[in-house]
C-alpha cells in the first residue's frame, strides 16, 4: 500500500507519501490548481492500484481534485480536519507548514488506515448546492428584513405594530409605495386600500384606515429621502428574493421526489422536505455511519460524560464537538415529531415523568429520531412506528 496525504489550499496543494513501512516515498510536492497542476500530480502518483489518498475536507477547495482524482481510479479518504489536528498534536509538533502538513495526511493514513470516501451521486450534489442557496437566500432576507424595522423605527414606528412581518409581501407593497409615515399624510382612502400585492389581493379599507390614522399622529421625524430611498430598495431586494426563495424550494421538492434516500425520509412523522433535503445534503447517505449512534454522535445529540476517580457528575450537557448548524436546524422537527409521531410523544412524556427538564428530553427525543433516519437509510423502506402496548394511541 502507498498513502498520499494532500494539504488543499485555494491556489496550490502540496502532496507527500508514505510506503507500507512509513518510509517517505514521495517528497512534499507542490501542486497548482490547473490543468498542468493536475497533469503533474497524476504523473508523481502514477498506478492508482493499492494507494489511498488522505485529504482533509477544508471548504469548498478539495472538491475539485476529489473529483479528479476518484475519475482516475484512487480510493480517497475525506477526513475531518479536527482529526488531523489531534493527530498532528500527538507528536507535540510546534511547526506548521503546507508540507509539514501534507506528509502529517499521509502518516495519518498509514497508522489509521481511513475507509474511502465514497463519492456522491449527482443529485445529492445538487441538492446540496440547492439547500446552502436557500439557507444564503432567507440569511440575505433576514438581514433586509432587519434593515427595514431599523429604518421603520426611525421613520414610521406604528407601522410594526399592525404589521408585525415585515418581510412579507404585503408589508413591502405598502412602504414600496409609502415608505415613511409623511407619505402618507393627504392620501385618500383609495389609494392605501387600493394597493394590490401578491398579484391580486387588495390592502383593503380597514388596514387602510388603521395606518392613515397611525401616520396623522405618528412621532418618527425622520422623512427624508435618503430613508425613502432606503426602504424602497430594501422592498425590492425582498420581492426579488422572495420569488427566487420560492423556486429554489420547488426545485428541492423536485430533486427530493427522484432522490431514493431523501424520498423515503419524509416518511418519519416531523421530518418535511425542507429538513430531509438538509439531512441529505449535510450527511449525504446516512447508511454510510456505522451505526445510528454514530450518526446522533456526528451531529451532536450525545451527553457528554466526564466521569474520573471520585468526580461522578450527576448531570452531562451536549458534547461540544458536533454539526451544531443541523442540531439546530433538527431542533423544530423534533417538537413537531414529539407532536406527531406517537412512539416518540411516549418518549418524550416518558423522560419527563422521570424529571427531565424539557430541553434535555427534546435532545433526547433528537437521539431517537436521528436513530430513525439511519434506519429508514439503511434499510431503504418507509418508516414504520415501532410502538409498545402502552404507547398505541387511543
Given amino acids: 500500500m502507498r498513502f498520499i496525504g494532500i494539504d488543499i489550499g485555494a491556489e496550490a496543494h502540496v502532496v507527500a507519501g508514505v510506503d507500507e513501512a512509513g518510509q517517505t516515498w514521495l517528497k512534499p510536492t507542490s501542486i497548482t490548481e490547473d ?51 489531534r493527530f498532528a498534536e ?78 412579507s409581501a404585503l408589508a413591502t407593497t405598502i412602504l414600496h409605495a409609502y415608505p415613511t409615515a409623511a407619505a402618507f399624510r393627504g392620501l385618500a382612502l383609495a389609494d392605501v386600500a387600493g394597493l394590490l400585492y401578491a398579484g391580486r389581493h387588495r390592502v383593503g379599507d380597514e388596514l387602510a384606515l388603521t395606518l392613515l390614522a397611525a401616520a396623522s399622529t405618528s412621532v418618527g421625524p425622520h422623512h427624508g429621502e435618503p430613508y425613502r430611498l432606503q426602504i424602497r430598495y430594501a422592498c425590492e431586494d425582498l420581492d426579488l428574493w422572495r420569488g427566487r426563495l420560492s423556486t429554489v424550494e420547488r426545485d428541492i421538492e423536485r430533486l427530493l421526489d427522484a ?22 445534503a449535510t450527511l ?25 476517580g471520585k468526580r461522578q457528575g450527576r448531570h452531562a450537557g451536549l458534547h461540544p464537538l458536533g454539526h451544531g448548524r443541523l442540531r439546530a436546524q433538527l431542533w423544530m422537527p423534533t417538537l413537531s ?40 437509510a439503511k434499510h ?15
Fill in 35 to 85: 490543468a498542468q497542476g493536475y497533469t503533474h500530480l497524476r504523473e508523481v502518483l502514477g498506478d492508482p492500484t493499492h494507494a489511498l489518498v488522505v485529504m482533509a475536507a477544508t471548504g469548498h477547495y478539495w472538491q475539485n481534485l476529489f473529483a479528479t482524482l476518484t475519475a482516475h481510479g484512487f480510493a480517497i479518504a475525506l477526513v475531518n480536519p479536527l482529526r488531523t489536528q
Fill in 90 to 167: 500527538e507528536e507535540l509538533r510546534r511547526t506548521k507548514t503546507d508540507a509539514i502538513d501534507g506528509l502529517g495526511l499521509a502518516r495519518f493514513g498509514h497508522q489509521k488506515r481511513p475507509p474511502p470516501t465514497p463519492l456522491p451521486d449527482r443529485a445529492t450534489q445538487e441538492l446540496r448546492e440547492l439547500v446552502h442557496l436557500r439557507d444564503r437566500l432567507v440569511q440575505d432576507m433576514g438581514d433586509r428584513v432587519r434593515q427595514v424595522h431599523r429604518l421603520i423605527d426611525l421613520g414610521f414606528p406604528e407601522f410594526a405594530r399592525h404589521l408585525t412581518d415585515l418581510g
Fill in 259 to 280: 432522490h431514493d434516500v431523501g424520498k423515503l425520509l419524509t416518511t418519519i412523522p416531523g421530518i418535511g422536505p425542507p429538513t430531509a433535503a438538509r439531512l441529505v
Fill in 284 to 308: 449525504g447517505d446516512p447508511a454510510h455511519f456505522r451505526s445510528g449512534g454514530a450518526l446522533a454522535a456526528y451531529v451532536g445529540a450525545v451527553p457528554g460524560l466526564r466521569l474520573s
Fill in 337 to 376: 415529531a414529539v407532536r406527531f409521531n406517537p412512539g416518540l410523544r411516549a418518549y418524550y412524556q416518558r423522560l419527563i415523568a422521570r424529571g427531565k427538564l424539557p430541553k434535555v428530553a427534546v435532545v433526547a427525543a433528537m437521539h431517537k429520531l436521528l436513530l430513525a433516519v439511519y434506519s429508514v
Fill in 380 to 394: 431503504r423502506r418507509p418508516f414504520v412506528p415501532n410502538l409498545t402496548p402502552q404507547e398505541t394511541p387511543a
